[in-house]
Protein backbone atom coordinates (compact mmCIF):
# COMPACT_ATOMS: atom_id res chain seq x y z
CA UNK A 1 0.00 0.00 0.00
CA UNK A 2 1.00 3.55 -0.64
CA UNK A 3 2.77 5.08 2.38
CA UNK A 4 3.71 8.50 1.28
CA UNK A 5 1.77 11.31 0.13
CA UNK A 6 3.48 14.56 -1.36
CA UNK A 7 2.75 17.61 -2.32
CA UNK A 8 2.21 19.34 -4.55
CA UNK A 9 1.66 17.29 -7.32
CA UNK A 10 2.90 19.27 -9.50
CA UNK A 11 5.32 22.06 -9.71
CA UNK A 12 6.44 24.73 -12.15
CA UNK A 13 8.97 27.21 -11.33
CA UNK A 14 11.68 29.68 -13.32
CA UNK A 15 15.37 28.20 -13.79
CA UNK A 16 16.90 29.75 -10.59
CA UNK A 17 14.59 29.52 -8.28
CA UNK A 18 14.08 27.23 -5.88
CA UNK A 19 12.20 23.71 -5.65
CA UNK A 20 10.37 22.20 -2.38
CA UNK A 21 8.77 18.80 -2.25
CA UNK A 22 7.32 17.89 0.69
CA UNK A 23 6.30 14.00 1.74
CA UNK A 24 4.48 12.78 4.89
CA UNK A 25 4.14 8.89 5.62
CA UNK A 26 2.23 6.99 7.96
CA UNK A 27 3.80 4.58 10.25
CA UNK A 28 7.50 4.42 12.40
CA UNK A 29 10.69 4.47 9.39
CA UNK A 30 14.15 3.19 9.53
CA UNK A 31 14.73 5.92 6.86
CA UNK A 32 13.26 7.84 4.05
CA UNK A 33 14.91 8.31 0.39
CA UNK A 34 14.13 10.41 -2.04
CA UNK A 35 14.41 9.54 -6.15
CA UNK A 36 14.02 11.14 -9.48
CA UNK A 37 12.37 9.90 -12.59
CA UNK A 38 12.65 10.92 -16.15
CA UNK A 39 10.25 10.61 -18.73
CA UNK A 40 8.59 7.50 -17.02
CA UNK A 41 12.14 5.73 -17.20
CA UNK A 42 14.37 4.28 -14.13
CA UNK A 43 14.38 5.62 -11.09
CA UNK A 44 17.99 7.31 -9.72
CA UNK A 45 18.67 7.63 -6.08
CA UNK A 46 19.14 10.88 -4.63
CA UNK A 47 19.39 10.92 -1.15
CA UNK A 48 18.72 8.98 1.66
CA UNK A 49 17.91 10.18 5.61
CA UNK A 50 18.05 8.15 8.82
CA UNK A 51 15.55 8.26 11.30
CA UNK A 52 17.45 9.72 13.82
CA UNK A 53 18.87 12.62 11.41
CA UNK A 54 16.82 15.53 11.06
CA UNK A 55 18.43 17.07 8.21
CA UNK A 56 21.16 16.25 4.78
CA UNK A 57 22.65 17.91 1.96
CA UNK A 58 24.07 16.66 -1.04
CA UNK A 59 25.03 19.23 -3.26
CA UNK A 60 22.39 21.22 -4.61
CA UNK A 61 19.78 19.12 -2.76
CA UNK A 62 18.75 19.34 1.22
CA UNK A 63 16.65 16.89 2.65
CA UNK A 64 14.87 17.23 6.43
CA UNK A 65 12.94 15.31 8.03
CA UNK A 66 10.69 15.36 11.37
CA UNK A 67 9.66 12.34 12.39
CA UNK A 68 7.26 13.82 15.40
CA UNK A 69 5.56 14.92 12.43
CA UNK A 70 6.42 11.99 9.96
CA UNK A 71 6.80 14.69 7.13
CA UNK A 72 9.73 15.34 4.94
CA UNK A 73 10.99 17.64 2.57
CA UNK A 74 13.16 18.16 -0.32
CA UNK A 75 14.39 21.63 -1.29
CA UNK A 76 16.80 21.48 -5.06
CA UNK A 77 18.27 25.36 -4.74
CA UNK A 78 19.17 26.92 -7.91
CA UNK A 79 16.78 24.23 -10.44
CA UNK A 80 17.98 23.99 -13.96
CA UNK A 81 15.93 22.59 -17.13
CA UNK A 82 17.68 19.45 -16.12
CA UNK A 83 15.84 18.95 -13.07
CA UNK A 84 12.85 18.66 -14.51
CA UNK A 85 11.37 15.63 -13.56
CA UNK A 86 9.36 13.95 -11.29
CA UNK A 87 10.54 13.43 -8.07
CA UNK A 88 9.34 10.64 -5.34
CA UNK A 89 10.02 9.94 -2.05
CA UNK A 90 10.21 6.42 -0.49
CA UNK A 91 10.43 5.17 3.22
CA UNK A 92 12.06 1.92 4.22
CA UNK A 93 10.29 0.41 7.33
CA UNK A 94 11.12 -0.45 10.90
CA UNK A 95 10.12 -3.66 10.66
CA UNK A 96 11.31 -4.45 7.07
CA UNK A 97 14.19 -2.25 6.09
CA UNK A 98 15.03 -3.41 3.04
CA UNK A 99 11.40 -2.73 1.59
CA UNK A 100 10.50 0.50 0.24
CA UNK A 101 7.48 2.02 0.08
CA UNK A 102 6.92 5.16 -2.50
CA UNK A 103 4.71 8.11 -2.26
CA UNK A 104 2.45 9.52 -5.19
CA UNK A 105 5.48 12.01 -6.67
CA UNK A 106 5.52 15.49 -7.49
CA UNK A 107 6.32 16.49 -10.90
CA UNK A 108 8.73 19.55 -11.38
CA UNK A 109 9.19 21.50 -14.43
CA UNK A 110 11.70 24.13 -14.21
CA UNK A 111 11.28 26.80 -17.00
CA UNK A 112 14.14 27.77 -18.96
CA UNK B 1 26.60 0.97 -7.95
CA UNK B 2 24.66 -1.74 -9.77
CA UNK B 3 24.12 -1.92 -13.73
CA UNK B 4 20.39 -3.13 -14.52
CA UNK B 5 19.30 -3.89 -18.01
CA UNK B 6 15.31 -5.10 -18.74
CA UNK B 7 14.09 -6.50 -21.75
CA UNK B 8 12.29 -5.84 -23.75
CA UNK B 9 12.27 -1.94 -23.40
CA UNK B 10 8.64 -2.02 -24.54
CA UNK B 11 6.23 -4.11 -26.11
CA UNK B 12 2.52 -3.79 -27.55
CA UNK B 13 0.52 -7.18 -26.36
CA UNK B 14 -2.69 -8.18 -26.67
CA UNK B 15 -5.39 -9.19 -24.77
CA UNK B 16 -5.32 -12.98 -23.27
CA UNK B 17 -1.43 -13.28 -23.92
CA UNK B 18 1.29 -12.91 -21.48
CA UNK B 19 4.45 -11.67 -21.76
CA UNK B 20 7.95 -12.08 -19.81
CA UNK B 21 10.42 -9.84 -18.52
CA UNK B 22 13.85 -10.35 -18.03
CA UNK B 23 16.26 -8.14 -15.67
CA UNK B 24 20.25 -8.51 -15.73
CA UNK B 25 22.33 -7.15 -12.72
CA UNK B 26 25.69 -6.98 -13.33
CA UNK B 27 26.78 -8.13 -10.44
CA UNK B 28 25.43 -10.65 -7.76
CA UNK B 29 22.56 -9.43 -5.48
CA UNK B 30 20.72 -11.31 -2.87
CA UNK B 31 17.40 -9.19 -3.26
CA UNK B 32 15.52 -8.05 -6.19
CA UNK B 33 12.00 -6.45 -6.00
CA UNK B 34 9.45 -5.71 -8.95
CA UNK B 35 7.55 -2.80 -9.18
CA UNK B 36 4.42 -1.47 -11.17
CA UNK B 37 3.89 1.98 -12.30
CA UNK B 38 0.41 2.37 -13.64
CA UNK B 39 0.08 5.53 -15.94
CA UNK B 40 0.71 8.75 -13.75
CA UNK B 41 1.22 7.15 -11.09
CA UNK B 42 4.00 6.21 -8.27
CA UNK B 43 5.67 2.80 -7.80
CA UNK B 44 3.43 -0.10 -6.23
CA UNK B 45 6.03 -2.99 -5.02
CA UNK B 46 4.18 -6.19 -6.73
CA UNK B 47 7.30 -8.57 -5.12
CA UNK B 48 10.45 -9.29 -3.66
CA UNK B 49 12.64 -12.20 -5.77
CA UNK B 50 15.12 -14.10 -3.59
CA UNK B 51 17.25 -16.47 -4.97
CA UNK B 52 16.97 -20.11 -3.99
CA UNK B 53 12.80 -19.30 -2.77
CA UNK B 54 9.50 -18.44 -3.53
CA UNK B 55 9.06 -14.74 -4.34
CA UNK B 56 7.58 -13.31 -1.77
CA UNK B 57 4.35 -11.45 -3.01
CA UNK B 58 2.90 -8.10 -1.86
CA UNK B 59 -1.36 -7.43 -1.07
CA UNK B 60 -2.89 -7.48 -4.08
CA UNK B 61 -0.47 -9.38 -6.20
CA UNK B 62 -0.77 -13.19 -7.03
CA UNK B 63 1.71 -15.48 -8.47
CA UNK B 64 -0.83 -17.25 -11.21
CA UNK B 65 -0.99 -13.76 -12.35
CA UNK B 66 2.52 -12.32 -11.91
CA UNK B 67 4.97 -15.51 -11.83
CA UNK B 68 8.19 -14.70 -11.13
CA UNK B 69 11.68 -16.75 -11.77
CA UNK B 70 14.90 -15.80 -10.06
CA UNK B 71 17.68 -18.55 -11.11
CA UNK B 72 20.51 -17.02 -10.05
CA UNK B 73 21.89 -14.30 -7.95
CA UNK B 74 21.67 -12.45 -11.50
CA UNK B 75 18.71 -12.53 -13.19
CA UNK B 76 15.04 -12.61 -12.46
CA UNK B 77 12.21 -12.65 -14.56
CA UNK B 78 8.48 -11.58 -14.19
CA UNK B 79 5.56 -12.66 -16.18
CA UNK B 80 2.74 -11.09 -16.80
CA UNK B 81 -0.20 -13.46 -17.71
CA UNK B 82 -3.42 -13.38 -19.32
CA UNK B 83 -3.01 -9.36 -19.91
CA UNK B 84 -5.71 -7.19 -20.23
CA UNK B 85 -5.55 -3.24 -20.89
CA UNK B 86 -5.42 -2.64 -17.17
CA UNK B 87 -1.83 -4.19 -17.02
CA UNK B 88 -0.74 -1.43 -18.91
CA UNK B 89 2.10 -0.29 -17.06
CA UNK B 90 5.74 0.48 -16.70
CA UNK B 91 7.55 -2.34 -14.93
CA UNK B 92 10.42 -1.78 -12.99
CA UNK B 93 13.12 -4.23 -11.21
CA UNK B 94 15.35 -3.11 -8.90
CA UNK B 95 18.07 -4.69 -6.24
CA UNK B 96 19.34 -4.09 -3.00
CA UNK B 97 23.00 -4.11 -2.62
CA UNK B 98 24.12 -5.40 0.67
CA UNK B 99 25.16 -3.33 2.83
CA UNK B 100 23.81 -0.29 0.71
CA UNK B 101 20.23 0.54 2.10
CA UNK B 102 18.98 2.38 -1.75
CA UNK B 103 18.24 0.61 -4.12
CA UNK B 104 19.27 0.29 -8.26
CA UNK B 105 16.52 0.12 -10.57
CA UNK B 106 16.14 -1.08 -14.21
CA UNK B 107 15.12 1.29 -17.27
CA UNK B 108 11.98 -0.06 -16.68
CA UNK B 109 9.63 -1.99 -19.25
CA UNK B 110 6.98 -0.19 -20.73
CA UNK B 111 3.34 -2.19 -21.71
CA UNK B 112 0.25 -1.29 -23.71
CA UNK B 113 -2.46 -4.00 -23.31
CA UNK B 114 -4.63 -3.85 -26.32
Known amino acids: SQQGEEDPQALSIQEGENATMNCSYK?????LQWYRQNSGRGLVHLILIRSNEREKHSGRLRVTLDTSKKSSSLLITASRAADTASYFC????????????FGSGTRLLVRP | SAVISQKPSRDICQRGTSLTIQCQVD?????MFWYRQQPGQSLTLIATANQGSEATYESGFVIDKFPISRPNLTFSTLTVSNMSPEDSSIYLCSVDLAGVETQYFGPGTRLLVL
Open chain 1, 90 to 101: ATAMMDSSYKLI
Open chain 1, 27 to 31: TSINN
Open chain 2, 27 to 31: SQVTM
